[in-house]
C-alpha cells in the first residue's frame, strides 16, 4: 500500500510563493510506476486538478488557473514530487491533495489509486 505525504503547506501573502512537496513511503517513483499530481479543494467547493507530471516528468498538465504560475516535478531517486506555485492569489488557498495513479487520463479525472492526507495553503490579502 502506498502512502502519501504532502508537506509545504502554509500562509503566504497575495504574490508571494510556496512550494509543496509529496514523499511517497516506498520505491513507487524509482520504478516509475505511477503519473503523480496534485487536487486541490477549497472549502464548499468540489475537488479540482491542479497539475500532473508522468511517470519520467517528460509530460506536464496545467490547469488552467495555475498553468502560467506553477511548475511541478519529481525526483524518482528520492521518491518525491513537488508543486512550485508563484503569485498566489486568494483563489489559490486549498486544501492540496498529493495524488498517484497508473496512467494521465485516470489521474486527470480525479480516478487515482492512491491519495494523501492533504496539506493547506492559506493565502492572507
Known amino acids: 500500500q502506498v502512502q502519501l505525504t504532502e508537506s509545504g503547506g502554509g500562509l503566504v501573502q497575495v504574490g508571494g510563493s510556496l512550494r509543496i512537496s509529496c514523499e511517497a513511503s516506498?520505491?513507487?517513483?524509482?520504478?516509475?510506476?505511477?503519473?503523480m499530481g496534485w487536487f486541490r479543494q477549497a472549502p464548499g467547493k468540489e475537488r479540482e486538478f491542479v497539475a500532473l507530471?508522468?511517470?519520467?516528468?517528460?509530460?506536464?498538465l496545467y490547469s488552467d488557473s495555475v498553468r502560467w504560475r506553477s511548475r511541478i516535478s519529481r525526483n524518482n531517486s528520492e521518491n518525491m514530487m513537488a508543486l512550485q506555485m508563484n503569485n498566489l492569489k486568494p483563489e489559490d488557498a486549498a486544501v492540496y491533495y498529493c495524488?498517484?495513479?497508473?496512467?494521465?487520463?485516470?489521474?486527470?479525472?480525479?480516478?487515482?489509486?492512491?491519495w494523501g492526507q492533504g496539506t493547506q495553503v492559506t493565502v492572507a490579502s
Open positions: 516506498d520505491d513507487t517513483f524509482s520504478n516509475d510506476a505511477y503519473c
Open positions: 495524488t498517484a495513479a497508473r496512467n494521465t487520463a485516470m489521474l486527470k479525472q480525479g480516478r487515482s489509486l492512491y
Open positions: 507530471i508522468n511517470r519520467d516528468g517528460t509530460t506536464r
